[in-house]
């Protein structure tokens, strides 16, 4: 009895790795109770999602985008930075003399953090206030203060997500520059045009944001 | 005048297609460009010579993300304050489809690109052949612009009636 009480503790086996799949679905089936509950006493219309959107102020979705925009390019940057830093550091035990010419990279990353910075600069400039008695009344002046909040939602979300992914691809492409340029000087200007070529990500989704900026106009004027 | 087929809601779904096509096709572009600049890191200590001829599929890498920009700039340039729930989950459409299709284009181009690179160090004949495997992939994201673009010019003939 005791040595098989013993076997047990010590070779009991872990269910930790199942933690994972287990929260998932355990939420998998509780949204779908949900959703059946809803589909079938025939409650489906009270999910409306026209109702959400029309109900939710624009200041809401513009003051969402403002905050996307600037904290996902951060944090793009920042993984990108760590990425590139750890391998330059790395890289610098042995070859100190790539310390300063690899800040460039640093830079590349860095500039992913300002782009969302001046996207959430521009976008919190364009928030203006409206009256709500006039937006009650007028159709005209709602539908426009609404596009207004759904553009510049569109607009931070685009600059946050892909310069988030820009932050990330520079970080590991300069990861490798730093390697190979502690190993070859020579190599450090080629790899740098992938780096380059992966800032341009982080500029196209900064012209898609000025571009849904530039519709966006609150306020009381038609 | 908001009606029926023209809420207050309508442009965000068109905003939201917007926004897709150029958010999932850099995704799939950042991917691409981080997988194979990786790869051309690691040949490249090997083989500098062959650097020029390996940036390849970054270069594609980066034209995926050029389709998302071009589809986004062709749906913004739709987007209204009246816009018909047609036009706007259109749009939705359009956006998605590109977007997409893009991420997995990039996807693929990342991971045969680190591959290639690093085989085409070892045996530069493989060059054609990786440009080949490339180009297969790089024509799944035309795919999903060319359905952009054929959803797109529909989304003008929604009316609010």
Request: with cysteine; proline share 2%; aromatic share 10%.
């Amino acid at each position: 009895m005791l040595s098989t009480t013993t076997y047990a503790m010590n070779n009991s086996p872990s269910y930790g790795k199942y933690y994972y799949g287990g929260l998932y679905s355990l939420l998998s089936f509780i949204l779908t109770v949900i959703v059946l509950y809803y589909v079938l006493t025939g409650r489906g219309e009270r999910i409306d999602i026209g109702w959400f959107l029309s109900e939710t102020s624009p200041y809401m979705w513009a003051s969402l985008g403002v905050g996307i925009a600037v904290s996902l390019s951060v944090v793009g940057a920042a993984l990108g930075i760590y990425t590139t830093g750890t391998s330059i550091i790395g890289g610098g035990v042995k070859a100190p003399r790539i310390k300063t010419k690899n800040l460039i990279s640093v830079i590349f990353c860095e500039a992913v953090a300002i782009y969302g910075l001046i996207i959430a600069i521009v976008l919190s400039g364009n928030i203006e206030s409206y009256t709500q008695s006039l937006v009650d009344t007028d159709d005209v002046i709602k539908a426009r203060n609404w596009y207004a909040g759904y553009c510049m939602f569109g607009a931070g979300v685009t600059t946050g997500v892909v310069n988030l992914v820009c932050g990330i691809c520079v970080g590991q492409v300069g990861s490798g520059a730093a390697l190979s340029d502690a190993a070859d000087p020579t190599l450090f200007v080629r790899i740098l045009i992938v780096e380059i070529f992966g800032s341009a990500i982080g500029l196209f989704g900064l012209i898609i944001s000025v571009l849904l900026t530039s519709k966006a106009k609150m306020g009381d004027k038609n | 005048m908001a009606t029926e087929f023209c809420p207050v809601y309508s442009p965000f779904f068109g905003v939201m297609g917007c926004v897709s096509s150029i958010v999932f096709t850099c995704l799939g572009a950042g991917y691409g460009t981080a997988k194979s600049g990786v790869g051309i890191t690691a040949m490249g200590v090997m083989r500098p010579d062959l650097i020029i001829r390996g940036l390849f599929p970054v270069v594609l890498a980066g034209i995926v993300g050029i389709y998302g920009l071009v589809v986004s700039v062709v749906i913004s340039g739709g987007l209204t304050q009246n816009l018909s729930l047609f036009s706007s989950f259109v749009q939705l459409g359009s956006g998605l489809s590109v977007g997409l299709a893009g991420l997995a284009a990039g996807f693929a181009i990342g991971i045969v690109g680190d591959a290639g690179v690093r085989g085409f160090a070892q045996q530069p004949k493989l060059f054609v052949g990786m440009m080949l495997i490339l180009i297969f992939a790089e024509v799944l994201a035309i795919y999903g612009l060319i359905v952009a673009l054929i959803l797109n010019t529909r989304a003008g003939s929604g009316t609010c009636e």
